[in-house]
């Protein structure tokens, strides 16, 4: 067990004021360091892992983020209710909220990060490009000027000359941020920059940079103290990115000479004695093809992937950050601090592969992770049951491997990745047909589902024993049968299924015939299927899921759709043709179209906010707005309808449409 030095400002108790993967992170080295660990939890996330892991747990707020995490007088109250001496506020959230820092100060509370200016100057672009310059850091030039009229934004911009980057004043993680290629683009990047920079940041001031061609995402972690010591523990390659975000982030940055390697250690360090900072950081830089790099941006706090640092180092940052905040020295110098092997950290998303990689909400039916080991960490705040919410980030979990090199290194994270039930086949599949065993099995799975229920009804029946609640399908001079049919894709398939009376089945799919039998095992909402085929045993994990049956085996994740009878759909919430549909549940941030309002393919019509991501909804037809459904700041769920319109040639929109199918069938 570690514990704080005599004579320094003692932490007996933190409150962590976040959630998921990076509140169990901070309690993991609080535990170890004999800190009590407090956490605070939204309504979304009352049973959620962050609040088993604490010693404590405090209800702040609603699911929404701004009337629960962050709430700045609702964590102090916690803080001094619990009797903690310290907060840390992980990333996001308040951690670069130099508000909150002074807040806390005031209250009489440690803040784990650096003083509340350095937040403020590091949070301003134009303010810290300004401070590097003179710090000597080098910079890209561009504009950061206090006019930010539309049309002097676009004199800059043609100024620089395109591609430029806009970038909001006061954003980070892509917030607020547009690459703009050409010139007739600016005014759409500009408007949709700022409206996500004001949500985000309150802030819609914007910047004009010119954008660097196939550039590096480079970054330095550092540490100081409260005794004028600043180290760094080397650099992070970052520039596996979508979205804006990274994804897969690595240790020490490949190709970097040991020169340069030094050159950005010490840019860096001189980037945080600029601005008296204390604690952990990391300064961010862009670096071309010729090892150049630029001051981009420091983020002041914990980052995401400092587990990179932390395997390449074997230092604990968090323990860093504890003992820092208590007034002790850094454990290390620089000459200390040494580079081994190499490291890579993935991010594990929910998304919906299917639908563009959106983000997912909703329970994780099934979740297969890799080991952890020495080599091999999984950073996760969730587990098998528990709810991603729409409300946060859809990230889940870091996977975080160390080996002797870059190469070895790699293929660790890939063995590992392939131990997660989701990899590079499934993500980006060549579309092939399912294997007429994994449709028997889906099948098989189906039927015994059936005959289970047909078992709870039998046993609270008045005559268990009656033949109308047999599982066997009675019948007095001929052999049950029925047909039954799933979508695999754009293919339909028909399985013609005989019950036998010894309670196994004969499968006919595609002129195949098969012989089937197996058993189910419930666990919650997934149940394990051993299936035997023709003699063949299939073990596979099966979950029934709104008309989706998911089938899960060491392959991978194989889906089938069950077709919903006509009698089943329309009704109120029903999606007609000539629609616009959320791609996920989120909130309306703009509507651009009133009805009898002419619109042309591909036209904006609505803009929505879920999961952190801004998402445009375009006309799919060109034609003429019938109903605007949904207005600015309405909630709406996955699939609903925004906007009927009718399309060019056709009829007014009745909302009737003709099945071709129905299904199941019985014979």
């Known amino acids: 067990m570690h514990v704080l030095s005599p004579g320094s400002r003692a932490i007996k108790k933190v409150v962590i004021a976040n959630r998921g993967e990076i509140a169990c992170r901070v309690m993991k080295t609080a535990k170890k360091m004999g800190i009590g660990t407090v956490a605070v939890y939204s309504d979304a996330d009352e049973n959620s892992m962050h609040v088993d892991t604490a010693d404590e747990a405090y209800h702040i707020g609603a699911a929404a983020s701004r009337e629960s995490y962050l709430k700045m007088e609702k964590i102090i109250e916690v803080a001094i209710k619990s009797g903690a001496q310290a907060i840390h506020p992980g990333y996001g959230f308040l951690s670069e909220k130099p508000e909150f820092a002074e807040l806390c100060e005031k209250e009489g509370v440690i803040f784990i990060g650096p003083p509340a200016s350095a937040i403020r100057d590091m949070g301003i672009k134009s303010t810290s490009k300004a401070i590097m310059s003179n710090a000597g850091v080098p910079i890209i030039e561009g504009y950061h000027g206090d006019d930010q009229s539309d049309e002097r934004l676009r004199q800059e911009a043609e100024k620089i000359g395109y591609p430029v980057m806009l970038k909001a004043v006061r954003g980070g993680g892509g917030k607020g941020m547009r690459i703009v290629m050409k010139a007739e683009d600016f005014a759409d990047a500009l408007e949709s920059a700022r409206r996500e920079s004001l949500k985000s940041f309150n802030d819609d001031n914007m910047l004009v940079e010119k954008f660097v061609d196939t550039p590096r995402h480079v970054e330095v972690q550092v540490f100081a103290d409260t005794f004028g010591n600043t180290v760094y523990l080397f650099e992070r390659d970052c520039s596996v990115q979508r979205r804006h975000q990274k994804i897969i982030e690595e240790a020490p940055a490949p190709g970097v000479s040991s020169e340069v390697r030094q050159k950005i250690g010490e840019a860096a360090v001189r980037a945080a004695e600029a601005v008296g900072y204390v604690g952990a950081g990391t300064v961010e830089f862009i670096m071309d093809k010729d090892q150049n790099f630029y001051f981009m941006e420091m983020n002041t706090r914990l980052q995401v992937e400092h587990p990179v640092s932390e395997m390449i180092t074997g230092q604990d940052l968090v323990e860093w950050q504890l003992r820092v905040a208590a007034g002790e020295a850094l454990p290390l110098t620089q000459d200390d601090i040494k580079l081994t092997g190499h490291s890579f950290e993935a ?321």
């Open 347 to 667: 991010r594990i998303y929910a998304e919906d592969p299917d639908s563009d990689f959106l983000p997912g909400a909703g329970p994780l039916l099934h979740l297969s992770t890799p080991e952890p080991s020495d080599t091999m960490r999984v950073e996760t705040g969730v587990r098998q049951g528990d709810e991603v919410s729409v409300h946060y980030d859809p990230m889940i979990a870091k996977l975080v491997v160390w080996s002797e090199s870059r190469d070895q290194a790699l293929s660790l994270l890939k063995e590992s990745l392939q131990q997660y039930h989701q990899h590079h086949q499934e993500l980006f599949p060549e579309k092939k047909p399912l294997s007429h065993e994994i449709l028997a099995q889906a099948s098989l799975g189906l039927l015994l589902l059936e005959r289970q229920e047909q078992e709870k009804r039998a046993a609270l029946s008045t005559d268990p024993f009656s033949v109308w609640n047999s599982n066997v399908s009675f019948r007095l001079n001929n052999v049950a049968k029925r047909k039954i049919r799933l979508d695999d894709g754009d293919r339909k398939v028909y399985i013609i299924i005989s019950y036998n009376k010894d309670g196994t089945y004969n499968l006919e799919i595609e002129g195949r015939r098969m012989h089937a039998k197996g058993k189910l095992q419930s666990e919650g909402s997934r149940v394990s299927l051993t299936a035997n085929v023709d003699g063949r045993v299939f073990k596979s994990w099966l979950v029934d899921l709104e008309g989706t049956i998911h089938i899960f085996t060491k392959d991978g994740c194989h889906k089938l759709r069950r077709p919903v009878p006509k009698f089943l759909r329309g009704g109120p919430s029903a999606v007609t043709q000539g629609s616009a549909i959320a791609p996920m549940t989120g909130t309306v941030v703009k509507v651009f179209v009133e009805p009898g309002q002419t619109v042309k393919e591909g036209e904006t019509l609505v803009v929505m906010e879920a999961m952190k991501m801004e998402h445009v909804i375009r006309a799919p037809k060109s034609g003429v707005i019938e109903k605007v459904l949904y207005s600015a700041g309405q909630a709406v769920n996955r699939h609903a309808q925004l906007v009927q319109f009718q399309e060019q040639g056709e009829e007014p929109n009745s909302g009737d449409e003709d099945d071709d199918e129905q299904g199941p069938e019985a014979e």
